[in-house]
């Protein structure tokens, strides 16, 4: 009698239903934008059941918020990366600049758009959850350059928050206008000024 066959072990398993609607959602509100995408082209891309989706999430605008804390916790990867090899606090305010560069040069369906969490957030209507992780974002951004900037100029306490207000607006600045553009040369642009900036410290 021959014994029981076992299922063969090199499958590839399944990705969590979760991790699988949160990529795709990520593509889809980035390209199409948050009212242009339906939950049926979510869970289609995703390749799941629209029913798990809401096992996971509760409702679309959960997924929206989701997706904006997904999208903070990948600008904080790139930027993290970006500090490990900086040897100096200028070094380590020029950081947060890079990581937005780095994060304009991923691939993107149809190309760069600008930060994804302000296109989110230009749809949202005010009072929408998903407008405070934007801000929460862009607050804890401005933290880090005032981290920074506290090392770099340690007598000077009362520069080091206008000046990173200053480095925050600019780094938005140019933000917007690579989003127009489609590629980094403004956020790059804006580094060079910061680098003037705090070189003549």
Not at 47 to 56: E, H, I, R
Not at 154 to 182: D, I, K, N, T, Y
Request: hydrophobic share 45%; aromatic share 6%.
């Amino acid at each position: 009698m021959m014994g029981k066959q076992t299922a063969p072990t090199n499958r590839i398993p399944r990705r969590p239903a979760r991790e699988a609607l949160l990529e795709a959602a990520a593509r889809r509100f980035y390209a199409d934008g948050l009212a242009g995408t339906g939950i049926d082209a979510i869970t289609a891309e995703a390749g799941v059941a629209k029913k798990s989706l809401y096992n996971n999430f509760s409702s679309k605008a959960d997924l929206v918020t989701a997706y904006l804390y997904a999208r903070h916790d990948e600008w904080l990867a790139l930027y993290r990366a970006r500090r490990e090899g900086a040897a100096t606090a200028a070094e380590r305010v020029l950081a947060v600049f890079d990581a937005y560069a780095d994060h304009a040069d991923l691939a993107y369906e149809h190309g760069f758009r600008g930060c994804g969490l302000l296109n989110a957030a230009a749809e949202l209507p005010a009072g929408a959850p998903g407008r405070a992780v934007v801000r929460q974002h862009k607050e804890e951004v401005e933290a880090l350059l005032s981290e920074h900037l506290a090392e770099l100029l340690p007598h000077s306490a009362g520069q080091v928050a206008p000046l990173a207000r200053h480095l925050a607006f600019l780094l938005e600045g140019a933000m917007a206008r690579a989003g127009l553009e489609g590629d980094d040369r403004c956020i790059l642009e804006a580094r060079r000024i910061a680098a003037g900036l705090i070189g003549d410290l």
